[in-house]
């Protein structure tokens, strides 16, 4: 099995910066995903992690320590349309894709 | 729109009772993947197929049971259903080789 932990809830100005932490116990780690889910619809990809390392899309930059068992993502530059449930996702070498229980982040004016 | 379709978008029954979702993946994608999602537990994995097999076993009920058919759609059968079944049930695909994620906008099933 695995476990996977993330905050329940963060709350942010807009045009600020948050970053949402990760920890995860696994065995036969294979990457680690982050996904975007606004209330009521359909989790959507945001950012794949296989190697340690930060990468960088737009506003967005996932990092991950394989060693520590340890990813976050960093949401910069802040918009109200960011407000939304940020789920980690666990991808092990049996295939099975776990999820953490998601951090909701709330973009305040 | 991810491309792929789950059918039907709400479902209202009783305990008890037995319901058959349905999804068909993106184009091209071989895998489907069946998550659970109540607001108290977050999206629990069910299960995988790939090509038409069980590739991987998730927290699946034994009154719950899955299949991919041949021309790639699957299907998640729920039986003997209870109040705690109700949630927003997701399908996803992805493509070969490439396990990233794209998700269906899922059956709400309720159970009274």
């Known amino acids: 099995g695995q476990n996977i932990d993330q905050p329940t809830e963060m709350t942010a100005t807009e045009g600020a910066i948050v970053q949402i932490n990760c920890t995860y116990q696994?065995?036969?780690?294979?990457?680690l995903f982050w996904y975007q889910q606004h209330a009521g619809e359909a989790p959507t990809f945001l950012s794949y992690?296989?190697?340690?390392g930060l990468e960088e899309k737009g506003r967005f930059s996932s990092f991950l320590s394989r060693s520590k068992g340890y990813s976050y993502l960093l949401l910069k530059e802040l918009q109200m349309k960011d407000s939304a449930s940020y789920l980690c996702a666990v991808h092990r070498d049996d295939y099975k894709l776990s999820f953490g229980a998601g951090t909701t982040v709330t973009v305040r004016a | 729109d991810s491309g792929v379709t789950q059918t039907p978008k709400h479902l209202i029954t009783a305990t008890g009772q037995r319901v058959t979702l349905r999804c068909s993946p993106r184009?091209?994608?071989?895998?489907v993947y069946w998550y659970q999602q109540s607001l108290d537990q977050g999206l629990q994995f069910l299960i995988q197929y790939y090509n038409g097999e069980e590739r991987a076993k998730g927290n699946i009920l034994e009154r719950f049971s899955a299949q991919q058919f041949p021309d790639l759609h699957s299907e998640l059968n729920l039986s003997s259903l209870e109040l705690g079944d109700s949630a927003l049930y997701f399908c996803?695909?992805?493509?070969?080789?490439?396990?990233?994620?794209?998700f269906g906008s899922g059956t709400q099933l309720s159970v009274l």
């Open positions: 184009s091209g994608d071989l895998s």
């Open positions: 992690n296989v190697l340690d």
């Open positions: 696994t065995s036969g780690f294979n990457g």
């Open positions: 996803a695909s992805s493509p070969p080789g490439i396990e990233k994620l794209f």
